[in-house]
């Protein structure tokens, strides 16, 4: 299974990109953010979730674990199929889609191409109580060779917030605005910070 893959741009299309890899060239499913944000001739790395069908393998790349996550539990929503949710993704940013759901916010959603307000009051009670943890946040866009930043402390301060009662979608939600005005907090620091974003 592809994890991720680093290369340069060879191609930029409406909702894709072609990424050459050591001479090869994968064809990647991005939301159009992604795509606006690289150039051709420029290095980029892409995290990958592979969909197998019978009909086809698709490749699609997101800037960071957390967008992915995203993507996947969209999916898990009924009448939610890839295009979508790329859609959504091409219009919100992660943490913007967290928000809304944490708020029970469905106005913002029914910006993406295909989504009524039928199908996105469905998305934020659906994910209520499952959007994707802090195990997968990142605090910047990955570039070809950097790790990704924030997981295992983002991941740790998330679980010690909803150990205190705040439920997950809130936590993380503090925790990302927590990291991103410092991108090098420690756990204690995080926590901190996220419980002065949830006294606000």
């Known amino acids: 299974?592809?994890?991720?893959?680093?290369?340069?741009?060879?191609?930029?299309?409406?909702?894709?990109?072609?990424l050459d890899v050591n001479g090869v060239g994968y064809l990647v499913f991005c939301p159009t953010s992604v795509v606006a944000g690289l150039s051709v001739g420029e290095p980029a790395k892409l995290w990958i979730l592979t969909h197998v069908r019978e009909d086809h393998i698709h490749?699609?790349?997101?800037?960071?674990?957390?967008?992915?996550e995203w993507f996947t539990a969209l999916q898990s929503v009924q009448g939610v199929g890839a295009k979508?949710?790329?859609?959504?993704?091409?219009?919100?940013?992660p943490d913007e889609l967290g928000a809304s759901?944490?708020?029970?916010?469905?106005t913002l959603l029914t910006r993406a191409p295909g989504v009524?307000?039928?199908?996105?009051?469905?998305?934020?009670?659906?994910?209520?109580?499952?959007?994707?943890t802090a195990l997968t946040i990142s605090t910047a866009p990955p570039t070809a060779g950097a790790p990704v930043a924030g997981g295992?402390?983002?991941?740790?301060?998330v679980s010690?917030?909803?150990?205190?009662?705040?439920?997950?979608?809130e936590a993380l939600q503090a925790v990302q605005k927590?990291?991103?005005?410092?991108?090098?907090a420690d756990v204690s620091a995080l926590i901190r910070a996220g419980l002065g974003e949830l006294a606000r």
Do not use: C, T, W
């Open 1 to 18: 299974m592809i994890a991720h893959l680093a290369g340069e741009v060879s191609a930029l299309l409406d909702e894709a990109l072609v």
């Open 59 to 68: 490749l699609y790349g997101f800037r960071d674990l957390v967008e992915r």
């Open 84 to 93: 979508v949710a790329l859609a959504l993704l091409s219009v919100m940013r």
């Open 101 to 106: 759901v944490a708020a029970q916010d469905k």
């Open 116 to 132: 009524g307000p039928r199908l996105a009051q469905r998305i934020v009670a659906e994910l209520k109580d499952r959007a994707p």
């Open 152 to 157: 295992g402390n983002a991941s740790d301060a």
């Open 160 to 169: 010690a917030l909803v150990n205190l009662g705040y439920r997950q979608p």
């Open 178 to 184: 927590a990291l991103r005005a410092d991108a090098d």
